[in-house]
């Protein structure tokens, strides 16, 4: 079993990445009756023998003592981070896990990468090595963090880097919170666009989040439980939104429903390689499968359900429904249209009880496949692949010539808390093209009229030819997508197969 | 004489545990329907061919367990245990940490010669409890990375260590819509090392099993264990023990060795399809009665129809008539040879002439050596008559033509390709393999 590490940075990523262990205990608590530090416990959690201080050796088998997240907190500010350690979760972390300053990066991406990441360099290296070293087999580090800021955007990016540099062979998985358009940061699309360069140089996957989906998901479930269109009462733990314990009303802490979204998707993806499953579905799978070339690693992730109705029968309609909507906006953690765009490869990570007939036929109705009609004859159990069924269904996915099947495929049999099952759907998708023309747009707005360029260049270490470096890189990108999109509507022509002489 | 077993990946090692778990508990059934001597004979060779009797009142299955992530291994070896009635020796699995993330080229080149002293000692422990070693029986898929490239790698290394033992590999082929993304890539690598190292590869494919499952078992919701009982029930029909023509009055002690002679007959052609009558649930089968004529007829029409089972099999197809014509016709299986596995009641005197027919055959063998029967009268998993067909024809060609299809069209847009080139596969790599593989196609369709 392998180990990862989560290095939280900045004010988004350790707000997220506090509800992402919240809710990472909640599901382990849920799962492991015994209280004994298993496998699945030790990919984020060491188990540490804490009754001679918080120096203790880690305990590898046996009872739980005292479980430490392997996580590194940093943060320019000290507001997040103590409230976090003032808070429930103040045992898993230990004082050697986090980095702080006072007066924050000032929504300067140079302050944070240059300045920031050049004073702390040695002490994160060093914790780093730290963390590290408790791990048996680290895989993967997990990178939070947001683009449109100072510190989560240069500082974490910095570190992104030096992760490269230091730990070469294990893979760098980064959650990106994305600005919206109306973001009141007026920088941050040069904060983004600097972050964007960084990314696609050193970053093997990178999954783009945006809030206002977030928003609109929140608001969905809002609008879902308050109007009683639900006949039964849904399951309070089931709701993505949801935290740990009681049932917080969304009104007190709105950020935190959006966060535990994103923590959910963390939980998820990860799910496959902590619990058992017929088909596993390792992190390192997912780079191998998702990313056709290396700087096309950008994943538009869509989470199903949303929550749960308290009534526990599940018939198979409401498992296709699951699909469905996984491709459909509402469920999506970015403003994207999949699919109408071109996927080149998309992952399904299914947890819970359902099987690789329930897949397979869904996979079958997600293609509009021909074939569907003949694997699939007119049964009662089977009418939504039946021929008459399949006329009103939506039109296909379009995935680029070269990957028709282009489906990566897991199960893992346990499902997430308060669901009996759930469904997360990572593409490869061209969609993200719109988001980062866009992106490039508001950065070209201001860059013409040079606006607020001296802070950064004032910077030691800062260029005018970072900036032209950062959207050029941007700009290439965006060329990449551009260039498989134009295949999508051209006539499909296989090219001819080896000749062999007889 | 007995069979070594490798289970490699994920794969590997639920399909071996359902292996064993069905052999175990066919020979503890009591629907043999046979004399007690042939029972009693017959139980005692499956047990040298695939259990070894140590101290322990439970057989130990022969088989080495190699992953490279420890999840699958501890649950086959506790689900084995668990059944009370056999187990894996508790030193014969071999795991890592990290898996090999679906790539081929880890697989082969980084966990292969990584491990390969570790895997070839519990390979060769278990080699050397056996009295006589009939050869060795690796099962994997081809879709992933580590059944398929240390499947590879194992294989070449068996096939060095051991020069003289016949080697069959087990292969899954993965569902036609996508289970890996890079599943084709995996799948042309694997065949092509494999044709260079192994003696021949008997084929499974989930599609086909999958529909087996669907229409023939009646289950609902399919899950792979049920798809691995399935498999494991096929394998069960050919590995179990058999008279054979060159056995004497005794069960077989050579049964690889007789596989291959009978299949074989050229290094060019190794790919073996398998298909196994009738299938139904457990609970049909009290209330079900078969005839043989009945049995073979339909197992006929599958072979030259290319039918995946007995259901829906296309009737209209024939042989071509005895007049050469340069037209065949359409959809016809032509054969290389074939075996023919018989178990139950009343086998011997079932008629298997129509199997004989030199019409179904390319002209290169007699129709006495391109066809073969083995019996036994030993009824086989609670069918009171099973037949099996191991079948070297073309069959499998429509999947394979597909496979590399498809993988050409991935890999002329050069997708992936730096994924495997991280780990030592480059372009030249795969344009040898896609050689090997165009080249055995081409073989089998100018039969």
């Not at chain 1, 350690?85 to 230990?94: E, I, M, N, S, Y």
């Amino acid at each position: 079993m392998t180990q990862s590490v989560v290095v939280q940075v900045g004010q988004c990523g350790n707000q997220v990445g506090c509800r992402f262990w919240d809710l990472a205990l909640r599901e382990h608590a849920a799962v492991n009756k015994k209280g004994i530090y298993d496998e699945a416990l030790s990919s984020f959690f060491r188990n540490v023998d804490t009754r001679s201080g918080n120096n203790g050796p880690d305990i590898y088998k046996g009872k739980i003592c005292s479980l430490k997240a392997r996580a590194l907190l940093i943060d320019m500010e000290e507001g997040v981070v103590n409230e976090i350690l003032q808070g429930p979760l103040k045992d898993v972390f230990d004082s050697k896990q986090l980095i702080t300053d006072v007066s924050g990066s000032g929504n300067n991406w140079a302050v944070g990468h240059k300045i920031y990441g050049c004073q702390y360099r040695e002490n994160i290296v060093e914790k780093l090595r730290k963390t590290a070293e408790h791990c048996d087999c680290l895989q993967c580090f997990f990178i939070i963090h947001s683009m449109g800021g100072g510190t989560g955007s240069g500082l974490g990016t910095f570190v992104l880097n030096l992760l490269e540099e230091e730990f070469p062979e294990v893979y760098r998985f980064v959650t990106s919170v994305y600005p919206s358009g109306e973001d009141d940061v007026i920088t941050s699309p040069y904060n983004s666009v600097l972050a964007m360069k960084e990314l696609n140089e050193h970053a093997d996957c990178v999954l783009p989040i945006e809030n206002e989906s977030l928003l609109e998901i929140v608001n969905k479930i809002h609008q879902m439980i308050n109007s009683g269109k639900l006949g039964s009462t849904v399951k309070q733990n089931s709701l993505v939104t949801s935290s740990a314990g009681s049932a917080k009303t969304l009104q007190e802490k709105p950020f935190d429903a959006m966060n535990n979204i994103v923590a959910n998707l963390l939980l998820n993806l990860t799910s496959s390689a902590r619990f058992e499953g017929s088909l596993n579905m390792d992190l390192n799978e997912i780079s191998m499968n998702l990313v056709p070339f290396p700087r096309l690693h950008y994943l538009v992730s869509s989470l199903t359900p949303l929550y749960t109705l308290a009534d526990v029968n599940v018939p198979s309609r409401r498992l296709d429904q699951m699909f469905s909507d996984a491709f459909s906006r509402d469920h999506q953690l970015i403003q994207a249209d999949p699919k109408h765009s071109l996927y080149l490869a998309c992952a399904l990570l299914v947890r819970g009880n359902v099987q690789v007939s329930d897949l397979r036929r869904n996979i079958e109705r997600l293609t509009d496949c021909p074939h569907a009609v003949l694997i699939y004859p007119f049964t009662k159990s089977q009418s939504a692949s039946s021929p008459f069924y399949r006329n009103r269904l939506k039109p296909s996915l379009h995935f680029v010539s070269w990957n028709q099947e282009g489906w990566k495929t897991g199960l893992c049999s346990v499902p997430p808390v308060g669901h009996s099952h759930s469904l997360l759907a990572l593409a490869n998708n061209t969609c993200v093209k719109p988001t980062f023309i866009e992106l490039k747009d508001r950065f070209m707005k201001l860059y013409k009229k040079k606006a607020h360029l001296h802070h950064y260049l004032q910077i030691d270490g800062m260029e005018q030819s970072c900036f032209s470096e950062a959207v050029s890189s941007l700009s290439d990108l965006i060329e990449e997508y551009n260039e498989l999109d134009a295949t999508k509507c051209g006539p499909r022509i296989d090219p001819s197969r080896l000749k062999i002489a007889i | 004489m007995s069979i070594v077993t490798v289970q490699l990946g994920q794969c590997g090692n639920q399909i071996g545990q359902e292996v064993f778990s069905a052999l175990c508990s066919d020979i503890r059934g009591t629907h043999g329907l046979c004399s007690k001597k042939e029972n009693g004979s017959y139980q005692d060779c499956c047990k040298e061919r695939f259990f070894c009797e140590e101290e322990s009142a439970v057989p130990v299955a022969r088989a080495v367990l190699v992953d490279m992530e420890p999840k699958v291994i501890s649950q086959t070896l506790s689900m084995a245990a668990r059944s009370g009635h056999w187990k894996y020796s508790s030193q014969s699995h071999f795991c890592q940490k990290q898996g090999s993330g679906n790539n081929w080229a880890n697989g082969y080149s980084v966990h292969g010669p990584r491990h390969k002293e570790a895997i070839m000692n519990l390979v060769q422990k278990e080699a050397e409890k056996c009295d006589r070693l009939g050869g060795f029986f690796t099962i994997m898929s081809m879709a992933g990375g580590t059944g398929s490239g240390l499947g590879a790698f194992v294989t070449q290394c068996l096939r060095d260590a051991f020069p003289t033992s016949f080697i069959l590999n087990h292969v899954v082929w993965p569902y036609g819509t996508g289970e890996v993304i890079v599943q084709n890539y995996n799948s042309v690598l694997t065949l092509s090392h494999l044709y260079h190292s192994s003696d021949a590869l008997l084929v499974h494919e989930n599609d086909v099993i999958h529909k087996i499952c669907a229409q023939l078992m009646n289950i609902k919701q399919i899950s792979f264990r049920d798809v691995n009982q399935v498999i494991a029930h096929q394998l069960g029909s050919v590995f179990q023990p058999t008279h054979t023509a060159g056995g004497g009055s005794g069960y077989s002690r050579n049964p690889l060795g007789e596989l291959m002679e009978s299949l074989v007959p050229h290094p060019e052609f190794r790919m073996l399809g398998l298909r196994n009558i009738p299938q139904m649930p457990e609970s049909s089968l009290p209330y079900s009665t078969f005839s043989w004529p009945g049995l073979i007829k339909h197992l006929r029409q599958m072979l030259i129809a290319n039918a995946q089972m007995e259901e829906g099999i296309d009737w209209q197809v024939r042989p071509p008539s005895s007049i050469p014509s340069t037209n065949k016709p359409l959809h016809f299986n032509t054969s290389i040879a074939n075996l023919v596995i018989l178990r139950g009641k009343d086998v011997h005197g079932v008629d298997l002439g129509s199997f004989q027919d030199p019409s179904l055959y390319t002209s290169w063998l007699n129709p006495q050596d391109a066809f073969n029967a083995w019996k036994t009268p030993r009824a086989f998993n609670k069918y009171e008559k099973s037949a099996a067909l191991v079948s070297n024809s073309q069959f499998l060609l429509k999947p394979l033509d597909s496979i590399v299809g498809k993988a050409w069209n991935m890999f002329a847009s050069k997708a992936y390709l730096h994924q495997y080139a991280k780990f030592g596969i480059q372009e030249e790599d795969f344009l040898d393999c896609f050689t090997t593989l165009e080249q055995v196609i081409s073989s089998y369709t100018n039969l």
